[in-house]
T-cell receptor, first 114, second 112 residues
Framework: KQEVTQIPAALSVPEGENLVLNCSFT??????LQWFRQDPGKGLTSLLL?????REQTSGRLNASLDKSSGRSTLYIAASQPGDSATYLC?????????????FGKGTRLHILP | NAGVTQTPKFRVLKTGQSMTLLCAQD?????MYWYRQDPGMGLRLIHY???????AKGEVPDGYNVSRLKKQNFLLGLESAAPSQTSVYFC???????????FGPGTRLTVL
């Protein structure tokens, strides 16, 4: 059964620094991987989706990478800002030939210090 | 374009009471999902639907029922609420099963 882990559970970083959030998964057979952002008391917002055939995706100051063979993905945030403070979750979709459903990590709570 | 909306936003129930949570989406998505989010447990799939008139069980379906009579609506029912169902409930929708999911703002439910 697929397991998705995000370590650390919480992270504090001074404003302006570049940072990396980690996501690991146990089964390398995936269809795609998504990164979401969740603000306190709000729903999830999709940030980036990486297909299994891709190595990375970029959106503004965000860059997500995928290494299927090692079961790892990273979300790189450049020049962090206080507005980046939120919980970041990754989620893995199984291949089309499996009936399994999307599996979410428990998230990393990010706090950017002004 | 409102995306995914959920009603109500907050609700307090007594043990044994029933209620229905409503989810609506205006993106013409086929797939809709109900999740619960609990501290330390992450997001867990309760039920989902692959199209109008269909429903299927997710990871934690016990104690919940769902209906998808119209494509844009997905209802989650609790027939006899229990304190263990205290949680934040999220609805989501997607174009297909492995596409990006769009989430609603959530319903915070407390069962006393």
């Amino acid at each position: 059964k697929q397991e998705v882990t995000q370590i650390p559970a919480a992270l504090s970083v001074p404003e302006g620094e570049n940072l990396v959030l980690n996501c690991s998964f146990t089964d390398s057979a995936i269809y795609n991987l998504q990164w979401f952002r969740q603000d306190p008391g709000k729903g999830l917002t999709s940030l980036l989706l990486i297909q299994s055939s891709q190595r990375e995706q970029t959106s503004g100051r965000l860059n997500a990478s995928l290494d299927k063979s090692s079961g790892r993905s990273t979300l790189y945030i450049a020049a962090s800002q206080p507005g980046d403070s939120a919980t970041y979750l990754c989620a893995v979709n199984p291949p089309m030939n499996r009936d399994d459903k999307i599996i979410f990590g428990k998230g990393t709570r990010l706090h950017i210090l002004p | 374009n409102a995306g995914v909306t959920q009603t109500p936003k907050f609700r307090v129930l007594k043990t044994g009471q029933s209620m229905t949570l409503l989810c609506a989406q205006d993106m013409n998505h086929e797939y809709m999902y109900w999740y619960r989010q609990d501290p330390g447990m992450g997001l867990r799939l309760i039920h989902y639907s692959v199209g109008e008139g269909t429903t299927a069980k997710g990871e934690v379906p016990d104690g919940y029922n769902v209906s998808r009579l119209k494509k844009q609506n997905f209802l989650l029912g609790l027939e006899s609420a229990a304190p263990s169902q205290t949680s934040v409930y999220f609805c989501a929708s997607s174009r297909n099963q492995r596409d990006t999911q769009y989430f609603g703002p959530g319903t915070r439910l407390t069962v006393l």
